[in-house]
């Protein structure tokens, strides 16, 4: 897998590069760009979602279909209470504070995972979110919430396989099964931080997707950092096993 860094090069314009259709974003790095200026982790992750902020605002103006983020994993939950606590209270600071916004703005809010093993406020909040953007046209921003791609194969080949013989089960069967199912195929996966893996996220939806792995701390994230990844987008050839 070909790695990439975020340039400083000049932001590219939409015209000039291949706009993938679905980009997803591994979004890490909160702590340990804290940790580097000796702040508390939950600095870290309200300057995350200042990043949220200019990520997706930035890929409504360059045409991206869909952006998906990876908010909360199914894995999250094994951190310090106090700091699951916190992340809660961001994304509910986060729907209070851009909910206008984004409807404002036609955006379609979509969430991936398990969120009803929330708090019931916050489930009624993300609930409310969605239904006022359901009827909008425009661009999608999924969150992923208590998401596993794990745990979201295995409920799809529960549900197939309570109605369907194994014969009839094929890929097309669990693709529409997924999370994902009326969303764009996946283009593109970013992750931050220069980890190098993909940490349960969008494992199906992944197989033809170009993978980036970029050095920068997700809060150091911004619009023009977005069109550095998808510049080297552009430049790849997908073959999806062919020549």
Do not use: C
Request: a neutral charge; proline letters at 4%; aromatic letters at 6%.
């Amino acid at each position: 897998m070909e790695q990439g860094r975020v340039s400083t090069a000049p932001v590219l314009a939409a015209a000039d590069t291949t706009i993938p259709r679905h980009v997803a974003i591994i979004m890490d790095g909160n702590g340990r760009w804290a940790k580097r200026r000796h702040l508390p982790r939950a600095a870290g992750h309200k300057a995350g979602v200042d990043a949220v902020r200019r990520v997706t605002r930035a890929a409504r103006a360059m045409g991206i279909e869909a952006l998906t983020l990876y908010a909360f994993s199914s894995e999250n939950w094994r951190r310090p209470e106090e700091e699951v606590g916190e992340l809660m209270k961001l994304l509910r600071f986060f729907i209070r504070s851009d909910l206008a916004e984004l409807a404002r703005e036609n955006v379609r809010l979509r969430v991936i995972g398990d969120y009803r093993a929330f708090s019931p406020d916050l489930v009624a909040l993300i609930d409310d979110a969605i239904a006022r953007t359901a009827a909008n046209s425009g661009p999608l921003l999924v969150i992923a919430l208590n998401y596993g791609a794990q745990a979201e194969l295995a409920a799809a080949a529960r549900r197939l396989a309570a109605r369907l013989p194994a014969e009839r089960i094929d890929e097309a069967a669990i693709e529409a099964e997924l999370d994902t199912a009326d969303l764009p195929p996946l283009d593109l996966v970013i992750r931050t931080s220069g980890e190098q893996r993909l940490s349960n996220f969008l494992l199906w939806q992944a197989a033809y997707a170009e993978l980036l792995f970029v050095d920068t701390l997700w809060p150091d994230f911004d619009a023009e950092a977005l069109a550095d990844a998808v510049a080297v987008f552009g430049r790849r050839q997908r073959r999806y096993g062919g020549l």
